[in-house]
């Protein structure tokens, strides 16, 4: 089946740092997601992106789908306490229809 | 509007005992899955419903059944609770006539097996 990897599988950062996370899968996808999960919840939708070559922002967050539909990245600036948490990358083949493939997630530890 | 809502949201249950997790939106969406979160291994599709009245298997279904009540409920069962199945288990709901393949989660179901 498809494959995800996820890189880094976790991040320990200061306070106001950038930070770069990234997926890259064996397959072509035509939707790229990223959600992030606090502790205790489930995972909730950041940044969604639809067409290859895409860079989409949503605050402090900006995401990217790759040109060849293999991979995306996300960087979040500027980084505070708050954004602590597990970040998810989903792709998908399809546009509109679900089950989409996860990574295994990227660990985010901010220190004040 | 509770969106997707899980129930129960913590279990503990011997091994070989059964139960089932229930799960609900309230969004009108079409499609809804069930996945398991263990640590380390991000989420693995068990079983999802593209519409009501259909069901297929996941990344990882052997050990469970579903059921899809009605458009909004679809549940999970576990016939034979094994230790292998300890995990956090996450009801998703998405709605792909919007155009879009985001999955809105509930809040989870910790289960221990023991």
């Known amino acids: 089946g498809q494959q995800l990897n996820q890189s880094p599988q976790s991040m320990f950062i200061q306070e106001g740092e950038d930070v770069s996370m990234n997926c890259t899968s064996s397959?072509?996808?035509?939707?790229w997601l990223w959600y992030k999960q606090d502790p205790g919840e489930g995972p909730v939708l950041l940044i969604a992106?639809?067409?290859?070559?895409e860079l989409t922002s949503n605050g402090r967050l900006t995401a990217q789908f790759g040109i060849t539909r293999k991979d995306s990245f996300l960087n979040i600036s500027a980084s505070i306490p708050s954004d602590v948490g597990i970040y998810f990358c989903?792709?998908?083949?399809?546009?509109?229809?679900?089950?989409?493939?996860f990574g295994d997630g990227t660990t985010l530890t901010v220190k004040p | 509007n509770a969106g997707v809502t899980q129930t129960p949201k913590f279990q503990v249950l011997k091994t070989g005992q059964s139960m089932t997790l229930q799960c609900a939106q309230d969004?009108?969406?079409?499609?809804m899955y069930w996945y398991r979160q263990d640590p380390g291994m991000g989420l693995r599709l068990i079983y999802y419903?593209?519409?009501?009245?259909?069901?297929d298997k996941g990344e990882v279904p052997n050990g469970y059944n579903v059921s899809r009540l009605n458009k909004r409920e679809f549940s999970l069962r576990l016939e034979s609770a094994a230790p292998s199945q300890t995990s956090v288990y996450f009801c998703?709901?998405?709605?792909?006539?919007?155009?879009?393949?985001?999955?809105?989660f509930g809040q989870g179901t910790r289960l221990t097996v023991v």
């Open positions: 989903a792709g998908n083949p399809n546009t509109n229809a679900g089950k989409s493939t």
């Open positions: 992106l639809y067409k290859a070559g």
């Open positions: 419903s593209a519409s009501e009245g259909t069901t």
């Open positions: 969004m009108n969406h079409n499609s």
């Open positions: 998703a709901s998405s709605d792909p006539r919007g155009g879009g393949t985001e999955a809105f």
């Open positions: 397959s072509i996808f035509n939707t």
